[in-house]
């Protein structure tokens, strides 16, 4: 089993930037996708952007495509969320989850195939 610690969140200008980590522990990270998922005031956990247990797959939601890049360094047991050109309606709690069990394209999307999660970290964007 895997746990996940999420940081780098924090309070930042519209047209920021931030960068957020995802550290894992209690065994390696090699071999297992991760993604990153963000729920906002008052709205559903949505997906974000994940990347395959080799780096070389990554994955984004169209709101996010072109401002916010994910990458992985194995040997620091690490994934980061660079999020650049930062929105107001980027507010949410981001969470980092992990998992073993994706098989497709599709899987990477789902929040259902990720069983392991982190605490989240809060990021607000002011106008």
């Known amino acids: 089993q895997v746990q996940l610690v999420e940081s780098g969140g924090g309070l930042v200008q519209a047209g920021g930037s931030l960068r957020l980590s995802c550290v894992a522990s209690?065994?390696?990270?090699?071999?297992?996708?991760v993604g990153w998922f963000r729920q906002g005031p008052g709205k559903e956990r949505e997906f974000v952007a994940a990347?395959?247990?080799?780096?070389?797959?990554?994955y984004y939601a169209d709101s996010v495509r072109g401002r916010f890049t994910i990458s992985r360094d194995n040997a620091k047991n690490t994934v980061y969320l660079q999020m650049n050109s930062m929105k107001p309606e980027n507010t949410a709690v981001y969470y980092c989850?992990?998992?073993?069990?994706?098989?497709?394209?599709?899987?990477?999307?789902?929040?259902?195939?990720?069983?392991?999660w982190g605490q989240g970290t809060q990021v607000t964007v002011s106008s």
């Open positions: 989850a992990a998992s073993t069990l994706i098989y497709s394209s599709g899987g990477y999307y789902r929040e259902t195939k990720y069983p392991y």
């Open positions: 990347i395959g247990w080799s780096g070389n797959n990554t």
């Open positions: 209690g065994r390696t990270f090699r071999g297992y996708a």
